[in-house]
């Protein structure tokens, strides 16, 4: 199920902008077609089989992207803690914990605090 070069750039436009009409504008000649018509496309091109499949792979893949987004927050958290901790690092370890569910409660009871130890040279 190889897709065609406008098949697949309509894929990457439609993740994109999330519009198949304008997706369609970019990847096809759209220029003899009357809006009717180029709905009718857009919808055609978006449901058929292997379009709907890359669509999703590609959307997957920018899920992926947010999760390794998330995981440099963390890392510029933690460099932020590691240069200071005044207010700004404090809070910078606040929002650590929260990202990493150090604050969620498990059955309804708090979690056990942990004793954590920092030493700063």
């Known amino acids: 199920m190889k897709l065609t070069a406008k098949e697949e750039l309509f894929c990457q436009e439609f993740v994109k902008c999330r519009n198949a009409t304008e997706s369609l504008k970019i990847a096809y000649n759209t220029s003899k077609m009357n809006a009717k018509t180029i709905?009718?496309?857009a919808s055609r091109v978006k449901n058929s089989n292997k379009v709907s499949a890359r669509i999703?792979?590609?959307e997957a893949m920018l899920?992926?992207?947010q999760i390794l987004q998330a995981k440099e927050i963390q890392i510029l958290l933690s460099d932020r803690v590691r240069e200071d901790l005044d207010s700004d690092g404090l809070k910078a370890v606040d929002i650590l914990n929260?990202?990493?569910g150090n604050y969620e409660k498990d059955n309804g009871q708090k979690r056990e605090k942990e004793t954590i130890s920092v030493t700063f040279e």
């Open 39 to 41: 709905n009718e496309k």
């Open 56 to 58: 999703e792979e590609l």
């Open 63 to 65: 899920l992926d992207g």
């Open 98 to 100: 929260k990202m990493q």
